[in-house]
């Protein structure tokens, strides 16, 4: 069985599930992941001496210029990829998901080896977009990310943990 299978709900944003992968090629190497979740990233950021701004709407990008994994080399993949995007929807203020903006954005995708993580242009997220200077940053990494979903099951457990209800992480404090 491809392990690498377990890392696929990356590509999408979602939060992942505990997942341990082994490769055979050359001494085992592995990478293992906890839960994350959106109150994991609410509180991740909520704790930075870095701004965040929380945004549910649609990001667009090229993906033809998400990271691949080499077949013959599957390490050789970089560790880092920044894309242009442009991030459309609404952003978090007071209580709500409540003022418009369309802004310019980049993804940021690490990798770790093979493994990568990804999204999916023209998609529904609800986004924690760190804010360096002028520029809006999405990050998305092998074990998840800052990018979820934009379901009501995340924008209720964003709101809840704005609004100081339960804010249940998935990862154990």
């Known amino acids: 069985m491809d392990l690498r299978a377990c890392f696929r709900p990356a590509r999408t944003g979602a939060a992942l599930t505990a997942c341990i992968l082994a490769v055979a090629a050359g001494p085992a190497a592995a990478l293992s992941c906890l839960p994350w979740g959106p109150a994991d990233a609410y509180l991740h950021a909520a704790n930075s001496d870095r701004v965040y701004n929380v945004i549910a709407g649609e ?44 802004v310019s954005a980049v993804i940021e995708v690490e990798c770790l080896g093979p493994w990568c993580g990804g999204m999916k242009s023209g998609a529904d997220y609800v986004v924690f977009a760190e ?43």
């Open 59 to 102: 990001l667009k990008f090229d993906e033809s210029l998400l990271p691949q994994s080499h077949s013959d080399n599957p390490n050789d993949t970089p560790p880092l990829t920044r894309i242009p995007a442009q991030l459309s929807g609404k952003l978090l203020e007071g209580k709500y998901f409540s003022r418009r903006v369309s």
């Open 131 to 173: 804010q360096r200077g002028q520029e809006l940053v999405v990050r998305a990494n092998a074990c998840g990310g800052f990018a979820f979903d934009d379901t009501s099951t995340v924008r209720r457990q964003v709101l809840d943990c704005h609004r100081g209800k339960a804010c249940e992480p998935a990862q154990p404090r």
